[in-house]
Each structure stands twice: as C-alpha cells, then as structure tokens.
C-alpha cells in the first residue's frame, strides 16, 4: 500500500525501489557487454578507472566546498579545521583510498598513455563546470529523500513539538477532566467513543471557527482546565472544547474536538514570503506531519484510548463533502468497533443452557428448612 491508514493522501516511508531498479539497469547493462562480446577483463578495467575517476572527481567538488566551510569554521564547527575536512571530503582513510586506487589505475598499460596532468584537469574542469552551472544538482525527490531518512523537514519538528509540548501533557489526564465534565454535565459525554480528543487535520488554511468549517458542527463547552509549569510559566493552562455534531438539524454526537494547531503554522509560512515556502511544500509537509505525528502516537502509551486522528482534504467546488458528516463516520466506526468487541467477551464464557428439561444444566441451589430436625432421606419412615 503506497498510503497511510490515515488517509490516502498520506504517504508511506520510501521504500527500495531506487535499489531496485539499479539492480534492473545493472542486468541490462550486463547483458548489452555480453551480447557485444566484450571481454570482461577489459570491461572490469574500464570500469574500475571510470568509477575511480567519478569518485576523483567528487573529491575535487569537496575541496570547493571546505573553501566555504572554512570561512564559518569557529560558528559551525567549533573553530576545528579538522571537523570541517570531515564535513566535507568525509573519512579521510576512504579519500586516501580512492586517490591510491586513481594512481593505480593510471599506470595500467591501456591507462599510461593518458597524460595524468591532463586528466585532474579533466575532472576539475568538469566539476567547476558542474557547480557554476547546477548540472549536478539534486532533483526534488532525491532532496525529499535525503530530508524524509535524515529527519530534516519542518513538519518532523512540528510534529514532535505537538506532541511534547502539548499532546504529552493533555493526553494522560484527559480521561479524569472528562469524568469531571460529566459530574457537572449529566454525562454528557457517557460513550467511550466520546472520550478521546478528535484531532481534524486539514491541507490548507485552518478556521479557528469550527462552524465556519461547517455549521453543523457547534460548541458545547469547555473541559476542566489543565494547568502546568512550563519553561518559566507558572500554572500554564491548557483548554480543550466539546462540540455537537448535528444531522438534520439534530444531535448526533458529542466529541472532544480541535484541529492540529502547528497546521496553522505551515499555512502561515506559505502565505509568508520571507519563508521561502510555497503552496507546494505546505502541502507535502502538512502530509509528512500527519504521518509523523501518527508513528509517534503508535508508540505513545498515553495516546492509547485517548487520541484519534481525523485526516481530510479541502473540498472541491461542487463538492458534496461534509465535515460533520466525515466527524459522525468515524464516531460511529469506533462505536461500531466497541459492539463488536462487547460482543465477542461474553461469548468466551459458556452460558447455561435454558431448557428446563434438563437438571444437569442448571445452576446448584442451597435449600435451607425451616425445621429444627434434619428429615431422614428415605421416604418410607412415615
């Protein structure tokens, strides 16, 4: 499946296709040198050189790039020359390496004839061509690759932000704040259904009314604040609200809801141009934040029970989506989910048959007389 469970506009992690298909081109490659007849010494020799001179190349790139990294050396790397050489050839032993591996494929007897002054000038002139112009530059997906393997997008940051700062803090107490809204609101919100905080997730501009997203949908009240000392904000309070959900003009549901607030956020970014995020990478982050905020919550034991995500797209012109009704969907899942499972308990356990023909079946019963004497078990004394 190329999509989360979430939503079908979420995306999965990368998988192997890129191995994959290198493995494909690797065959055919093969093939085409078999099929030409090519000898496989002469074709391990041209490869060897052409991947030593590739790598020999890529060093000279790397040497372009430590001139630039030397001028922030006390603000990014502590004022160590040595850290920044690492940053940018990397392991010293492996450049050493690669650069023997160069020398020696150039003194072979079909190689010697290359001038060796001429080929480095070969390759620097390649790679100052190469950065100048952008001809090596990395596409969108490789970038989103490197971004998604290295934790390096906004929406990791976010999404881990929403959680500690907020979602941790809320989550373990919300079953006793719920408790207390019912003592005060004559269970209003009974349902286990009703007892977890409904998270909506939107690719674009977040109301902060939730009527205005559908007016359907209205606020009830608010649950029992919660309050906590946070980097030097004494007794920091934290709200939630419990909505309606109508259908046909009535009651079909009550809920604890809000939408992922660091949504907001990426949308002001977009709408920012000092940002330097566009419509597009809001909406790539806004799904990677979805799907980083669930494989954090899959392994939160607060968010057990208490938590459940409600991912959705802005509806088209002539459209005939509704929130609420996309609300209602998943309260009724989830209480379809509970009957299920209400029904599965009790038949683990045997029942008693109800055929009274049968004593065996029933349930031993103690009788207790009356009389001061015990009565003998026979019958015929009397």
């Not at 060796?116 to 090596?136: D, E, F, H, P, R």
């Not at 390096?152 to 704040?177: E, K, T």
């Not at 998270?199 to 902060?208: A, H, K, Q, S, T």
């Not at 002539?318 to 308990?345: D, N, P, V, W």
Request: glycine letters at 6%; charged letters at 20%; proline letters at 5%.
């Amino acid at each position: 499946m190329p999509h989360s469970s979430l939503h079908p506009s979420i995306p999965r992690h990368r998988g192997h296709g890129i191995q994959k298909a290198a493995l494909v081109l690797l065959g055919v490659c093969l093939v085409v040198l078999w099929w030409r007849g090519e000898s496989p010494d002469h074709t391990l020799q041209w490869l060897t050189f052409h991947l030593a001179s590739v790598q020999l190349g890529l060093l000279l790139k790397s040497c372009c790039s430590l001139a630039e990294e030397l001028c922030h050396i006390h603000s990014r790397y502590q004022g160590s020359c040595w850290r920044a050489v690492r940053a940018c050839v990397g392991c010293p032993i492996r450049c050493g390496g690669l650069l023997l591996l160069s020398y020696y494929f150039y003194f072979l007897p079909n190689m010697a004839e290359l001038p060796l002054l001429w080929m480095i000038a070969l390759l620097g002139l390649s790679q100052a061509v190469n950065i100048l112009l952008s001809l090596q530059g990395l596409t969108p997906a490789e970038v989103s690759a490197i971004c998604e393997k290295g934790n390096f997008n906004v929406a990791h940051g976010l999404a881990w932000s929403y959680y500690i700062g907020y979602l941790r803090l809320i989550l373990p107490g919300l079953q006793a704040r719920i408790q207390i809204y019912n003592e005060r609101h004559n269970n209003m919100l009974q349902s286990t259904r009703s007892q977890r905080l409904y998270i909506l997730f939107l690719d674009c501009g977040v109301p902060d009314d939730l009527s205005v997203a559908d007016p359907n949908i209205r606020f009830l009240n608010e649950l029992p604040q919660q309050s906590a000392d946070r980097a030097g904000i004494k007794r920091r309070v934290y709200t939630n609200s419990v909505y309606e959900i109508l259908e046909h003009g009535q009651r079909a549901g009550i809920c604890v809801l809000e939408y992922a607030t660091p949504l907001q956020t990426l949308f002001a970014m977009s709408q920012d141009g000092r940002a330097g995020f566009g419509r597009e990478d809001r909406l790539e982050q806004a799904k990677l934040f979805c799907r980083t905020l669930e494989d954090i919550l899959a392994d939160a034991p607060e968010s057990q029970n208490n938590c459940h995500l409600i991912v959705y797209q802005e509806s088209a012109e002539g459209s005939t989506f509704s929130l609420s009704q996309e609300i209602l969907r998943h309260l009724r899942q989830e209480g379809t989910e509970e009957i299920t499972m209400g029904h599965m308990e009790p038949s683990m356990v045997h029942r008693p048959s109800s055929c009274s023909t049968s004593s065996l079946s029933r349930e031993p019963m103690f009788l207790i007389s009356d009389m001061e004497q015990p009565l003998p078990l026979r019958t015929d004394v009397f």
